[in-house]
């Protein structure tokens, strides 16, 4: 790690190097340190000044910010820096062809980083409901799809999150969870006492 922020130094003392450029499909340098988990070359980086912090990309990935890409990959350290700038939309959502409408927290819930989870919705800035993606499903839907249960749990501390939200399909977060055969999701859900056992989705019904 300490030696690609070396690299770093090096390639941005020369004064010919644009801390936020982009390549093709509109990645910046700090996008790209946020995605691989590099968090000295984030402080770095940050600590410029001359970067745009939100910056969206295109390409598949399309709308994509750096703490979208963090999220996502669970560098908690990095997600917190970004956040702390305080120049970052928390709850902005995607708009590329594998993830379309998913905001940070749902990106984190979906692959279980439950500290991502919880750094998140600490920020009181993001909907902790959010089913602006392509297939109308929640933070706690992907979480408890996926069996992720210390996600699941964090989500359901929230008192905003709607138990029962259901997708454009009308199912439910038990739904997915009693699909994939995640018990200890099930068991969470249940226990909330919010769930309703009788209502049919467009798919199975």
């Not at 990935?61 to 970052?88: D, H, M, N, W």
Request: proline share 2%.
């Amino acid at each position: 790690m300490a030696g690609f922020t070396g690299v770093v130094r090096r390639l941005f003392g020369t004064r010919k190097v644009n801390a936020d450029s982009k390549n093709q499909v509109g990645r910046t340098p700090l996008s790209l340190a946020a995605e691989n988990g590099h968090v000295e070359v984030a402080k770095y980086l940050l600590g410029t000044r001359t970067v745009d912090v939100d910056s969206k990309c295109g390409g598949f990935f399309s709308g994509r910010t750096p703490l979208s890409f963090a999220a996502a990959s669970g560098y908690e350290a990095i997600v917190k820096l970004l956040l702390e700038t305080g120049k970052v939309n928390a709850d902005t959502a995607s708009n590329g062809l594998f993830d379309a409408g998913q905001s940070p927290l749902s990106l984190a819930a979906e692959n279980g980083h439950m500290s991502v989870v919880e750094l998140l919705l600490k920020t009181g800035r993001v909907d902790v409901n959010s089913t602006a993606n392509y297939d109308g499903r929640s933070p706690l839907s992907w979480a408890s799809g996926n069996g992720h249960e210390a996600a699941v749990r964090a989500l359901l501390d929230d008192s905003d999150v709607d138990v029962d939200c259901k997708d454009f399909d009308n199912r439910t977060p038990l739904s997915f969870a009693t699909e994939n055969g995640h018990e200890a999701v099930v068991r969470l859900l249940l226990a909330t006492g919010k769930v309703d056992l009788l209502v049919e989705d467009d798919k199975f019904s």
